[in-house]
């Protein structure tokens, strides 16, 4: 099924995949906002500037994952399956 939302396709097959993908997203954004914001002074202006730039992007993973979940129509390549081993 799909659903129209500002002239955007927001597709609502594989329900649990689709969710699944949106929390990991999520957990992403947590990450990245604490730390692009969360730095004090206390910690060295190098590190600080690390953990910025790491912030931001766990911030733009996090947008990807939430946007591709939602936006894609078909998951099968993008949230895959662990491969099988193969049997002895």
Known sequence: MTVHLAGVRVHTS???LRVA???IGIGFL???AYAAFGAD???PALARER???FGITALIGGAWAI???WLDA???GVW???PRRPRN
């Open 30 to 32: 947590a990450v990245g």
């Open 14 to 16: 594989q329900l649990t």
């Open 74 to 76: 078909e998951l099968t």
């Open 41 to 43: 002074d206390a910690i």
């Open 51 to 53: 953990t910025g730039w």
């Open 67 to 69: 946007g591709v979940s």
């Open 80 to 82: 895959c399956r662990h």
């Open 21 to 23: 993908g949106t929390l």
